[in-house]
């Protein structure tokens, strides 16, 4: 149960969660499972940084045994509140009482209204420095990346940077630096978490990485609470993010529909051959059969989506009801749209779904296309014209 040396006198005494499959009410789906990291740091002042989710508490205190008595513990970092970083500590300091909490005005606030204990806290502020002896931790408030209460620890003597839920990816592995993974999951991660996640954001993101970067802090070390370490190459986490956050896009469709008796269904491949006879990377996903996290992870990049339902009730079907609308609250920029679909007596998904993506932010650049029962020979074409069409455009 030992923890893992990231540097002379820093320990991983995180979690490997294997089995976790869903995550934020199952809103995301964890394939790969994910970690909870946690950071003790030994120097004069026992210091942790973070914490773990609660079923894992016992791990976490048994990694620190090997290292140090955990009632030495004098101070325990809460760059985030949220349960799967803080769920450990009622366990934690019930073994070490006297351990001081540092943290936001928010977390403090949030502490108490998730365990209603009266813990030792200490309130910080950007550029405020706690000395731990040979080493100092300065704090950076980060509020919404993602929560109000979030904030970043910095060690100068170490270039580290300890950002709490920035730079995750929910990836569980037996390795704990990035040179030791597959770098093309580690990204394809790294994707999905900020776009499921942190993509309404952005603004706040670049801001935020806008004025660390003005701080002149060096970093040659990223260690987020959730995922591998970037030690080889920080910076291409950080500027992925900074592509991310300017909504930066490549010629790619993605095309998300539901179909009711296959006529939805059909038109969506011939629209996708439209696309990819013009050279666009395509991308189609009946939703009612996919993992909407790894859709959304592909439409990160994609310059444009075209989303289509059979119509029922004067509606779109209730699987891509659902994914528009969580869509539109990840507020996607820079994007072009259209929609497409089948009815029977009666229509109504095709407007419906224009609206959402309106509401979104998503410019319509194509009327929508509405074929009633299975497409004839004319619709047909209609529907490989639209793939043409918004090829063109992108």
Request: include cysteine; aromatic fraction near 10%.
């Amino acid at each position: 149960m030992a923890g893992f040396e990231i540097k002379k006198g820093i320990y991983w005494v995180g979690a490997v969660d294997w089995n976790i499959r869903n995550f934020h009410g199952h809103t995301y789906t964890t394939n790969r499972g994910t970690t909870y990291n946690s950071y003790l740091i030994a120097d004069d002042k026992i210091t942790l940084v973070d914490a773990v989710y609660a079923p894992f508490a016992n791990e976490l205190i048994e990694k620190i045994k090997e290292i140090v008595p955990v009632e030495k513990i004098d101070y325990i970092v809460v760059n985030h509140i949220e349960t799967d970083h803080s769920g450990a500590l009622p366990a934690l300091l019930k073994i070490c009482p006297k351990a001081k909490l540092f943290g936001t005005a928010k977390c403090k606030e949030g502490l108490f209204r998730q365990y209603y204990q009266n813990w030792d806290f200490q309130i910080v502020k950007t550029g405020d420095k706690l000395n731990l002896g040979k080493r100092n931790l300065m704090f950076i408030e980060a509020p919404m990346i993602h929560w109000p209460d979030s904030m970043f620890t910095y060690c100068p003597e170490e270039e580290l940077l300890l950002p709490n839920d920035a730079f995750g990816q929910h990836y569980a592995t037996s390795e704990r630096f990035d040179d030791e993974t597959d770098a093309c999951e580690l990204m394809d991660e790294a994707a999905k978490y900020y776009g499921n996640i942190l993509w309404p954001l952005g603004a706040v993101i670049a801001r935020k990485i806008e004025d660390i970067m003005k701080m002149n802090i060096p970093i040659k070390m990223i260690a987020p609470s959730h995922g591998i370490i970037w030690r080889k190459d920080p910076a291409k986490i950080i500027n992925a993010y900074l592509s991310w956050t300017k909504n930066e896009t490549k010629r790619k469709a993605v095309i998300v529909y539901e179909t009711m008796w296959g006529a939805t269904e059909k038109m969506s491949r011939i629209i996708a051959q439209g696309l990819m006879d013009k050279g666009v990377e395509t991308r189609l996903f009946d939703i009612a059969t996919s993992d909407r996290s790894n859709v959304i992870k592909e439409m990160l990049d994609a310059k444009g989506f075209i989303i289509g339902s059979s119509t029922h009730d004067n509606d779109m079907l209730t699987s891509i009801a659902g994914f528009l609308e969580f869509l539109k609250g990840l507020s996607p920029k820079n994007r072009l749209g259209a929609a497409f679909g089948s009815f029977g007596w009666a229509g109504g998904a095709v407007k419906n779904i224009e609206a959402i993506l309106k509401a979104g932010g998503v410019e319509l650049i194509a009327p929508g296309l509405a074929v009633k029962y299975m497409p004839d020979e004319i619709e047909t074409k209609n529907c490989y014209q639209l793939g043409v069409d918004f090829a063109n455009k992108i």
